[in-house]
């Protein structure tokens, strides 16, 4: 069955940086786009940002755009989110998703989900 594993959550101060992994098994992942959302307490899961299946291209929430930097490896079926310069309003349960839709930004196209990683930035 399809599995994306999300890991690399953790504790930092603002102004730090992070870097979340999402492995994916049970896929071809070179057919997928593949997608970071985050939800906050209290909040509705919200989209963060998302790489073509071939890495060529990235699109970006406004609130991460020039912070935050999704890359895959098709070779490790693993895509990645490095997060820079956190602030406090980045805390959240951060999700990667896998959708066959080009630049996806609603979850609706997205069919695979990532058990989510918790990511606290302190102020």
């Known amino acids: 069955q399809v599995q994306l594993v999300d890991s690399g959550g953790g504790l930092v101060q603002a102004g730090g940086s992070l870097s979340l992994s999402c492995a994916a098994s049970g896929l071809t992942f070179s057919n997928y786009d593949m997608g970071w959302f985050r939800q906050a307490p209290g909040k509705e899961r919200e989209f963060v940002g998302a790489?073509?299946?071939?890495?060529?291209?990235?699109n970006y929430s406004d609130s991460v755009k020039g912070r935050f930097t999704i890359s895959r490896d098709n070779a490790k079926n693993t895509v990645y989110l490095q997060m820079n310069s956190l602030k406090p309003e980045d805390t959240a349960v951060y999700y990667c998703?896998?959708?066959?839709?080009?630049?996806?930004?609603?979850?609706?196209?997205?069919?695979?989900w990532g058990q989510g990683i918790q990511v606290t930035v302190s102020s």
């Open positions: 790489i073509s299946w071939s890495g060529g291209h990235t």
């Open positions: 998703a896998a959708s066959l839709f080009n630049k996806a930004t609603l979850q609706r196209a997205y069919d695979y």
